[in-house]
């Protein structure tokens, strides 16, 4: 792509990445595990972004269709995953509200 | 704009991003401010997208290639329209039709894509490199990470959801030849590896031909794909929530090494942060269990499940109680706490369980849910689907917190849960469960436990919880016990 970030440079990126979320993470309530695993799930959907390069680069048919492929599955995990966690997430109430009202937004 | 300025606008709003990941996540610290974290991380994501949509629409055409619009050519601008609109919709679709019970099958599958797409994406880079100057061991390496564990994560994934989604028998399959296949497996991924990392570089130590290259990397591809296969069938279903997290936590590394590959620095920190949070999310969940993770990738162990027992096996009687007589029992006591289990997940019984709660609440009894950290088929499982059912979080109590209430409180309630509240896990060095932290259901005054049959619990063992003197047992399956008891405590 760019070619202007080293490998070096990189390695630290990834490093500092990693200790961050160690950090991040390990202060989640358990109450919060299942929407925390389903929320990282649609992070790592960031993949579409490599996709969509691919399929920019392509010239050939394999290319395009690895591409096409790896566009496909990688908007099916953001975007579904996204909506799941955020239909999980809209349940954790402090006070209970009248069942059935919040089904339209889901 | 010039191309240097773009590629460097392009990379600093991809840190922003990245940031929102970083914000997102640390908002889910508190049920309170969750919902808004997820929003501030899919907000990134949109960021995300749309910059390298736009980026790539503004960047020059690569060479040789007649673009349409900017730097995509016709097919790529209809891969990417086309990939966003139908992914998308699925994606979309499956979210939101899905029950809350089925959850954990359905993140397994976006799982599973995910981790395709990062394999896909290793793969093609890989095709644009082999031979060219681009071709360094460093960058091989990634291609290969990539490519092993994006592919190991997508098999490995789908069997993990077609076992939870019932498409799979549950049990532990052995593959045949069992350690053997594994090795060799091992092995042909090994030499590929050595072969491809020999064969990189600028003057390498091993001269391929491209063709031969190619061949060896789908050998490794397929070895992979075989792997994930292998690795997920021997493990029962009752531990798949700890192998769905560990491949969560695979498919972030290999995002983050399609990153390294295409240079992307949002890539690797977005995959990195997954990375940590599964690998962290796995170790809690296999100390939650008293397993250490190699312990339950060997697989075999969920064997037992369903098996039925002897209903004095454990040397004691058990007690049967009536549906009135609990009632009247839950009625009329001053402190109760509810101990749900998976089996309240199967029946599909929060609904009922919340309206027996309310009922009980209404008649001035305070009512607590204790909830075990592996309680239901993932992590917090079973808060996800009382929360389903409208009952408040602060009523959820973590298991360091409820465990000293069980002495004050009068009648505790245990609807499908098993190993969890196993005393024998405190008492008994031998017994396989032993050093699991578990609920102290039998310090209650009172005890009753709605359960099927007197069948073991997913470790196999007896529960000397249910020959207790202090237990009544309500068999019943956990929606018609619930629905027995509401319709007993409202005609008292």
Same mark, same amino acid.
């Given at each position: 792509?760019? /070619?202007?970030?080293?490998?070096? /440079?990189?390695?630290?990126?990834?490093?500092?990445?990693?200790?961050? /979320?160690?950090?991040?993470?390990?202060?989640?309530?358990?109450?919060?595990?299942?929407?925390?695993?389903?929320?990282?799930?649609?992070?790592?959907?960031?993949?579409?972004? /490599?996709?969509?390069?691919?399929?920019?680069?392509?010239?050939?048919?394999?290319?395009?269709?690895?591409?096409?492929?790896?566009?496909?599955?990688?908007?099916?995990?953001?975007?579904?995953?996204?909506?799941?966690?955020?239909?999980?997430?809209?349940?954790?109430?402090?006070?209970?509200?009248?069942?059935?009202?919040?089904?339209?937004?889901? | 704009?010039?191309?240097?300025?773009?590629?460097?606008?392009?990379?600093?709003?991809?840190?922003?991003?990245?940031?929102?990941?970083?914000?997102?996540?640390?908002?889910?610290?508190?049920?309170?401010?969750?919902?808004?974290?997820?929003?501030?991380?899919?907000?990134?994501?949109?960021?995300?997208?749309?910059?390298?949509?736009?980026?790539?629409?503004?960047?020059?055409?690569?060479?040789?290639?007649?673009?349409?619009?900017?730097? =995509?050519?016709?097919?790529?601008?209809?891969?990417?329209?086309?990939?966003?609109?139908?992914?998308?919709?699925?994606?979309?679709?499956?979210?939101?039709?899905?029950?809350?019970?089925?959850?954990?099958?359905?993140?397994?599958?976006?799982?599973?894509?995910?981790?395709?797409?990062?394999?896909?994406?290793?793969?093609?880079?890989?095709?644009?490199?082999?031979?060219?100057?681009?071709?360094?061991?460093?960058?091989?390496?990634?291609? !290969?990470?990539?490519?092993?564990?994006? &592919?190991?994560?997508?098999? %490995?994934?789908?069997?993990? &959801?077609?076992?939870?989604?019932?498409?799979?028998?549950?049990?532990?399959?052995?593959?045949?030849?069992?350690?053997?296949?594994?090795?060799?497996?091992?092995?042909? @991924?090994?030499? *590929?590896?050595?072969?491809?990392?020999?064969?990189?570089?600028?003057?390498?130590?091993?001269?391929?031909?491209?063709?031969?290259?190619?061949?060896?990397?789908?050998? =490794?591809?397929?070895?992979?794909?075989?792997?994930?296969?292998?690795?997920?069938?021997?493990?029962?279903?009752?531990?798949?929530?700890?192998?769905?997290?560990?491949?969560? &936590?695979?498919?972030?590394?290999?995002?983050?090494?399609?990153?390294?590959?295409?240079? &992307?620095?949002?890539? !690797?920190?977005?995959?990195?942060?997954? %990375?940590? @949070?599964?690998?962290?999310?796995?170790?809690?969940?296999?100390?939650?269990?008293?397993?250490?993770?190699?312990?339950?990738?060997?697989?075999?162990?969920?064997?037992?499940?369903?098996?039925?027992?002897?209903? *004095?096996?454990?040397?004691?009687?058990?007690?049967?109680?009536?549906?009135?007589?609990?009632?009247?029992?839950?009625?009329?006591?001053?402190?109760?706490?509810?101990?749900?289990?998976?089996?309240?997940?199967?029946?599909?019984?929060?609904?009922?369980?919340?309206?027996?709660?309310?009922?009980?609440?209404?008649?001035?009894?305070?009512?607590?849910?204790?909830?075990?950290?592996?309680?239901?088929?993932?992590?917090?499982?079973?808060?996800?689907?009382?929360?389903?059912?409208?009952?408040?979080?602060?009523?959820?109590?973590?298991?360091?917190?409820?465990?000293?209430?069980?002495?004050?409180?009068?009648?505790?309630?245990?609807?499908?849960?098993?190993?969890?509240?196993?005393?024998?896990?405190?008492?008994?060095?031998?017994?396989?469960?032993?050093?699991?932290?578990?609920?102290?259901?039998?310090?209650?005054?009172?005890?009753?436990?709605?359960?099927?049959?007197?069948?073991? %619990?997913?470790?196999?063992?007896?529960?000397?919880?249910?020959?207790?003197?202090? *237990?009544?047992?309500?068999?019943?399956?956990?929606?018609?016990?619930?629905?027995?008891?509401?319709?007993?405590?409202?005609?008292?």
């Amino acid at each position: 792509m760019s /070619g202007e970030i080293s490998l070096l /440079g990189s390695l630290v990126i990834f490093i500092m990445a990693v200790l961050v /979320g160690f950090e991040v993470i390990s202060k989640v309530p358990a109450t919060l595990h299942t929407p925390l695993m389903s929320g990282a799930n649609s992070i790592h959907g960031i993949v579409v972004i /490599g996709g969509m390069i691919i399929a920019a680069e392509a010239s050939d048919p394999l290319g395009y269709t690895l591409a096409a492929i790896a566009v496909l599955f990688g908007a099916m995990n953001v975007v579904g995953g996204y909506v799941v966690t955020d239909r999980m997430l809209q349940m954790f109430r402090k006070k209970p509200t009248a069942p059935k009202a919040d089904r339209k937004e889901a | 704009m010039d191309q240097a300025t773009l590629s460097t606008l392009f990379i600093l709003i991809g840190a922003l991003a990245a940031g929102s990941f970083v914000i997102g996540l640390h908002y889910m610290n508190s049920p309170a401010t969750a919902r808004n974290g997820n929003l501030i991380s899919a907000g990134g994501m949109t960021v995300a997208v749309v910059t390298t949509f736009v980026y790539l629409l503004l960047r020059d055409c690569h060479e040789g290639a007649t673009c349409a619009v900017g730097g =995509l050519t016709s097919p790529a601008l209809i891969i990417i329209v086309g990939g966003f609109a139908i992914g998308g919709a699925v994606g979309l679709f499956l979210a939101l039709r899905i029950a809350m019970t089925a959850m954990p099958q359905l993140v397994s599958l976006f799982n599973a894509v995910g981790g395709g797409a990062a394999a896909l994406v290793a793969l093609f880079d890989y095709r644009n490199i082999v031979g060219g100057p681009d071709e360094s061991i460093s960058t091989v390496i990634f291609v !290969i990470l990539g490519v092993l564990i994006g &592919s190991i994560t997508f098999t %490995g994934s789908l069997i993990a &959801s077609g076992k939870l989604q019932g498409l799979l028998p549950g049990k532990p399959i052995a593959v045949p030849g069992g350690v053997i296949t594994t090795a060799i497996l091992g092995a042909i @991924a090994l030499v *590929t590896t050595i072969l491809l990392v020999l064969g990189a570089g600028d003057s390498p130590m091993l001269e391929l031909a491209t063709e031969i290259k190619t061949v060896l990397l789908v050998v =490794l591809l397929g070895t992979a794909l075989t792997f994930g296969v292998t690795m997920v069938l021997p493990i029962g279903g009752a531990d798949m929530p700890v192998v769905i997290s560990l491949l969560n &936590s695979f498919t972030g590394t290999a995002a983050a090494m399609s990153g390294f590959v295409l240079e &992307s620095p949002l890539l !690797i920190i977005a995959g990195a942060l997954v %990375g940590a @949070a599964g690998g962290i999310l796995t170790k809690l969940m296999a100390d939650a269990m008293n397993r250490s993770l190699l312990n339950i990738m060997v697989g075999g162990f969920g064997g037992a499940e369903g098996t039925q027992a002897d209903p *004095t096996a454990g040397g004691g009687t058990v007690r049967q109680v009536g549906v009135d007589d609990a009632a009247i029992q839950l009625a009329y006591a001053q402190n109760v706490i509810i101990v749900p289990g998976y089996g309240l997940a199967v029946a599909q019984a929060q609904h009922a369980v919340r309206e027996l709660g309310d009922i009980l609440e209404d008649r001035g009894v305070i009512v607590n849910y204790a909830i075990h950290p592996v309680a239901g088929r993932m992590p917090g499982h079973m808060n996800v689907l009382l929360a389903e059912a409208n009952v408040p979080y602060p009523q959820l109590k973590e298991m360091d917190d409820i465990n000293p209430e069980f002495p004050r409180c009068d009648v505790a309630l245990v609807i499908g849960a098993n190993d969890v509240t196993n005393p024998v896990a405190r008492t008994d060095p031998a017994s396989p469960i032993y050093g699991m932290p578990i609920l102290d259901v039998d310090e209650a005054k009172s005890i009753i436990v709605i359960k099927r049959s007197m069948g073991r %619990g997913y470790a196999g063992i007896d529960n000397s919880l249910y020959t207790n003197p202090k *237990t009544g047992m309500l068999f019943s399956d956990a929606k018609a016990g619930l629905e027995q008891l509401i319709a007993a405590v409202k005609a008292l």
